[in-house]
């Protein structure tokens, strides 16, 4: 009688263990590919105008979404003059602190810092919209420190993306110039710049191609 019990538990283990082996055999696997695939086939009725129909959307997405293009500039900040000593011999130089309250941080980079603050505006972005400038990134140094203001404009061809790049650029070189004059700092010793590298060429994103292409394989 005390047997019954133990056997039962020792033949549902067994059970239980030529289940487990099964589910990881590898020929039970196949064994589902191929019952898949006589599934499509049975049905290819179907399937066959369901995979015709993907690669034309998958076609037509690819052809009709255009990519596109961005184009990379910047200009880089030069810190006004350190003194005034145009006063005459034996005479006090009047530091650029007192002349320019922008120059009070002793860091041109804290300057770029707001310029791109003001050039990531709302405001700032609905005007330049206005002007046809799409889309823009202003690139931020891995540092932090760097006097460089870096733009990455947008657009649908390669001279579109140009020329906002360089829209972008040019008001960034006139708002520079304006937070001074609000500011009441001496011209002589404005904080200005220099062209670095002028946004030349365009290359080419494929992400909205590529999305468009996706949505249609789903």
Not at 53 to 81: C, E, H, K, M, R
Not at 95 to 120: K, W
Not at 136 to 161: K, L, Q
């Amino acid at each position: 009688m005390t047997g019954g019990p133990f056997r039962a538990l020792r033949q549902e283990e067994r059970m239980a263990l030529s289940g487990s082996v099964t589910k990881s055999d590898p020929s039970a696997v196949s064994m589902d590919v191929l019952s898949l695939l006589r599934l499509l086939v049975s049905h290819w009725r179907v399937t066959v105008p369901a995979v015709l129909l993907t690669l034309f959307g998958v076609v037509f997405a690819l052809q009709t979404s255009s990519p596109t293009y961005n184009a990379t500039g910047s200009i880089v900040l030069l810190s006004p003059p350190a003194a005034d000593i145009s006063s005459g011999p034996g005479s006090a130089p009047t530091p650029a602190a007192d002349r320019n309250p922008f120059a009070r941080y002793g860091d041109i980079a804290i300057v770029n810092d707001i310029l791109t603050r003001v050039m990531n505006s709302d405001s700032k972005r609905a005007e330049l919209a206005s002007r046809g400038v799409t889309d823009y990134e202003i690139v931020a140094s891995a540092s932090g420190r760097d006097p460089v203001f870096e733009v990455t404009g947008e657009g649908p061809n390669a001279d579109a993306a140009i020329q906002s790049t360089e829209v972008v650029l040019e008001e960034a070189e006139a708002a520079l110039l304006e937070l001074q004059r609000a500011e009441e700092a001496d011209p002589d010793y404005f904080i200005e710049s220099a062209p670095l590298e002028p946004p030349s060429t365009a290359t080419a994103v494929y992400g909205s191609t590529v999305r468009s292409a996706i949505a249609a394989l789903a």
